[in-house]
């Protein structure tokens, strides 16, 4: 059974997200999970800040992925150093149509086309704090659990019928 769905109802789904993004944010996903990170979108961190992609390894290295998906998109950002207090990685993703070479070198880069996606260059790494590490480790699994409950409430009812 499918318990969460991409329909127009969808609260990960808000709007702000183009369709590039989108493909971008499936791609990166992809590649997170076969290499099997739990990845969880649009997750707001404890300064107010929502991370596009945050993901967690089986060893507990949290990286953050922010989707850019035109070069208007990045000119713009000026949040995503923020990032860097919350994570051990920062990556930025992006698709084919972006010039890669616009992207910091103290981050790392993905490249998506919405099947999947390649990582052009590793992040650099600047380990949290372990009393950060087990607030975003927390908010993380809260927030997961949270949004499982819900799919599946709306799927079944919070009462197990239609």
């Not at 969880?40 to 290295?61: N, Q, V, W």
Request: charged share 25%; glycine share 6%; proline share 6%.
């Amino acid at each position: 059974m499918t318990l969460l769905s991409i329909a127009a109802n969808n609260p990960l789904l808000d709007g702000r997200q183009s369709v590039n993004a989108l493909l971008v944010r499936r791609g990166v996903q992809i590649l997170l999970n076969e290499m099997r990170y739990a990845v969880l979108p649009e997750l707001t961190l404890a300064s107010g800040r929502r991370a596009d992609l945050i993901a967690i390894s089986e060893k507990g290295e949290i990286w953050i992925v922010e989707v850019k998906s035109s070069l208007e998109d990045f000119r713009t950002d000026r949040k995503w150093p923020d990032y860097r207090h919350h994570c051990d990685r920062l990556f930025f993703a992006t698709h084919p149509d972006v010039p890669t070479d616009i992207f910091p070198e103290e981050c790392g880069l993905i490249l998506s086309d919405g099947r999947g996606a390649h990582l052009l260059r590793e992040a650099p790494l600047h380990t949290l704090p372990a009393a950060r590490r087990k607030a975003v480790t927390l908010s993380f699994s809260r927030t997961a659990a949270q949004r499982l409950m819900h799919a599946e409430w709306a799927a079944v009812g919070p009462m197990g019928g239609p």
